[in-house]
């Protein structure tokens, strides 16, 4: 076994426990025996996310397990990697992107939208979730405040497609539609309501829209 | 208004969405569900092995599931969206509610009138069937036919509603003026259906369309559907509330309306797997009486990749949970039978099957059948599976659950390897004369051989 296998092997079991410490601390001394950030993200926290969402795909694990990893990444990220990477001057950001996530107006279903927050979480995105509910205008203002790259909606009723719609109206309406592609999913919605709502593309499942945001980000 | 006790009990519960402690809604998925589910599968041992019974008969391990669903109950209560703090219930407050549920009830009027009881594991007690094509969206112009094809099913004792598409060639928008539309429509649409099927006075599942409670307080008002429909609302997962589903309790409370209250626990989500869901199952059903009410309590377990109820796993669950529900309790409660196969295949029958037989024997009181393929796709819905499945029920009653347990494994042994499949098979407009409102030749005939199935393999005789 190499030594990043072994050592992945050891990160994934630290991230499912939320073993903040050691996953930590398994960074930290990766990078003073010489190894870079960019590599310890590559070798190390890409496939055990990875290996993460798929775990979940099967349900050999639980959604709670896969937060707690992407959690404990997350730490990871902040505490070693990023300072790192800013110190090294490489300016390369190890996120793919930042997507907006938000369960429409009127609309309470959250556990795909929540699936979908982590799979791209643990695929190497930034999520920023808005929640559910959440009205038209507020999508537009916090993408703008964000800066995000992608807004991504989520829609189980019908009754609420028209929110979507007016994101994207919104959006045309200020000018500023090129800047946001667009990506919507959640069980009321298909590639034709995509469509229809003025949307770039539909994700039908957490897995797939990770592979429309890379798309949508010219990341495949 | 409602007796001085009950509207009590109701303003208390209002009280506590203001009062209660302040917690962040990531602390409550995390910290407050999901370990203290963990906790208490380990502390009250809840497990099954895959070749363990599917629909188990020991009323201690029935009882110890009832115990750790009400512990969770009790510790954890209610998180209110809205004002985002924790709702909690003393022992005594939530004994007193479950002591004032009636043991039967009699909803519906007139010679459509039917009386639902409180049940027992193995009892021999009827059981009430609650048809309908359960929130699958349908076209404006299909509203009325789709729902009379139900109505006219002699076997059905309460309707449910479909979802509409369009309020008069309008889109319809959440909490906007055409949900208060649409819920107007709806209800005259459902009301004329059953005129037209002759059953004037049968209890309407409603209000469908009510994304918000909108909708519901104006399908429900003067001329619209009657306290003596059934009224739903939610406790969303997992043991959350908000307004809008407080704001639609008050509305029955005032209306002395029936309702059907109903909680979703996610397998594979905070709860975790089969034990998590059976705890979370008995936890949601006392949780959905203390805060909304509910005249009746429904449970539809859903898989987070299939969507479905009839998941191996979920068929143990709910039996489980209903069984110490059952033994503890009056609660007058109801599986949700959600399967991943739709019309025109045989799978749909099998699925429902197993989580029907599942929950009669273990105490169910009210079968709500079938939401096919799921309930996400336009039409794919008809009566004829939710007439097996009311037949299927009565023909098991007095069933003993060892004697249940070879047929439900059996009958899950047809459908598990391919349920990831989502067998949706085919839309009403496909498997019934639109004319007649009949099952087609083909349809009528898959059913029939199914039934012939039924009645070799098990010796169940159902239609
Ligand atoms: C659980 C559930 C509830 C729970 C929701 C709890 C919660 N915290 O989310 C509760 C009980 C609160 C609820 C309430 C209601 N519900 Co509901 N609910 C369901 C149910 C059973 C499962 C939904 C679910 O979570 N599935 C699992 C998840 C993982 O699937 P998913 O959301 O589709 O997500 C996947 C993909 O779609 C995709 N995805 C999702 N979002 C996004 C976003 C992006 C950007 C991308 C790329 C991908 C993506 O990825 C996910 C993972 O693969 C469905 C029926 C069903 N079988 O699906 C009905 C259903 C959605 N509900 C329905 C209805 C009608 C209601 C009510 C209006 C009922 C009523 N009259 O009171 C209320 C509305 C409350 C409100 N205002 O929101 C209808 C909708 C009909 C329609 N087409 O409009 C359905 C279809 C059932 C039915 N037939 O009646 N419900």
Request: charged fraction near 25%; include cysteine; hydrophobic fraction near 40%.
């Amino acid at each position: 076994m190499s030594d990043w296998e072994s050592k992945q092997k050891q990160f994934i079991k630290d991230i499912l426990a939320g073993d903040e410490e050691a996953a930590v601390s398994m960074a930290r001394t990766s990078l003073e025996e010489g190894a870079t950030p960019v590599e310890f993200f590559e070798n190390c926290i890409a496939p055990s996310l990875q290996d993460v969402g798929k775990r979940f795909e099967t349900l050999d694990i639980f959604l709670p397990e896969m937060v707690t990893a992407a959690d404990t990444v997350e730490k990871v990220n902040s505490e070693v990697i990023k300072p790192a990477v800013a110190e090294s001057q490489a300016g390369e950001s190890m996120s793919l992107g930042k997507v907006l996530l938000a369960t429409v107006q009127g609309d309470l279903h959250d556990i795909g939208k929540n699936m979908v927050g982590l799979m791209l979480k643990v695929n190497g995105f930034e999520v920023v979730d808005l929640g559910t509910n959440v009205p038209p205008a507020d999508i537009v203002a916090r993408a703008e405040q964000e800066q995000v790259d992608i807004i991504g909606m989520s829609a189980l009723l019908t009754t609420c497609l028209p929110y979507m719609k007016d994101v994207c109206d919104f959006l045309e309406g200020k000018g500023i539609r090129d800047k946001y592609p667009v990506i919507i999913g959640g069980a009321a919605t298909h590639p034709e309501i995509a469509e229809e709502m003025g949307a770039n593309t539909h994700g039908g499942s957490a897995a797939e829209g990770v592979e429309k945001c890379k798309m949508l980000l010219g990341k495949l | 208004m409602t007796d001085p006790t009950d509207y009590e009990i109701l303003l208390n519960t209002l009280d506590k969405a203001e009062n209660g402690p302040i917690i962040d809604e990531k602390e409550w998925d995390h910290q407050y569900i999901s370990q203290t589910v963990q906790e208490l599968v380990q502390k009250y041992d809840i497990s099954w092995a895959t070749d363990d019974p599917m629909v188990p008969w020991d009323d201690d391990f029935a009882d110890r599931v009832y115990a750790a669903g009400l512990e969770m109950a009790l510790r954890t209560g209610v998180y209110c969206l809205d004002t985002k703090r924790q709702m909690l219930w003393k022992r005594g407050e939530l004994e007193h509610i479950l002591k004032r549920t009636p043991r039967q009830v009699t909803v519906g009027a007139g010679e459509d009138a039917v009386t639902v009881y409180s049940r027992k594991p193995d009892d021999s007690t009827r059981v009430a069937i609650f048809g309908g094509p359960w929130g699958v969206p349908v076209t404006e112009e299909l509203y009325g036919p789709f729902i009379e094809s139900y109505a006219q099913e002699p076997v059905f004792d309460l309707v449910e509603n479909a979802t509409l598409l369009s309020t008069h060639g309008r889109q319809i928008r959440a909490a906007s003026p055409w949900e208060a539309v649409a819920g107007w429509q709806e209800a005259q649409m459902a009301l004329e259906a059953i005129e037209r099927a002759g059953r004037p006075d049968i209890a309407v599942g409603c209000v469908e369309i009510s994304t918000t409670e909108v909708g519901e307080l104006a399908g429900s008002t003067y001329g619209g559907y009657r306290p003596t429909d059934i009224h739903h609302a939610a406790l969303i997962s997992e043991q959350k509330t908000a307004y809008h589903q407080l704001i639609k309790s008050v509305h029955f409370a005032h209306t002395q309306s029936f309702s059907e209250t109903y909680f979703n626990p996610m397998y594979g989500g905070y709860v975790g797997g089969g034990p998590g869901v059976a705890i979370a199952i008995v936890s949601g059903m006392l949780l959905v009486k203390a805060s909304l009410g509910g005249t009746f309590c429904n449970t539809g377990p859903t898989h987070v990749h299939l969507d479905c109820s009839t998941h191996p796993d979920l068929i143990v669950a709910t039996g489980l949970a209903f069984q110490g529900l059952a033994r503890n309790t009056d609660l007058l409660v109801s599986p949700f039978v959600r399967p991943t196969a739709g019309p025109g295949t045989k799978e749909i029958f099998y699925e429902s099957a197993a989580l029907t037989i599942a929950t009669v024997v273990s105490g169910a009181s009210l079968i709500d059948c079938v939401q096919s393929a799921t309930g996400n796709n336009t039409l794919y819905s008809s009566p004829l599976e939710a007439r097996f499945c009311g037949e299927l029920s009565h023909s098991v009653e007095g069933m003993t659950r060892k004697e249940a347990d070879p047929i439900v494994k059996k009958l899950v042994n047809k459908y598990k390897s391919i349920q990831g499949e989502r067998l949706i098979g085919k839309p009403f407009t496909e498997v019934y004369d639109l004319e007649s409102l009949q099952p087609t030749p083909d349809w009528l005939d898959l059913y029939e051989s199914v039934c012939e199935e039924f009645d070799q393999e098990f010796g169940l005789s159902v239609n």
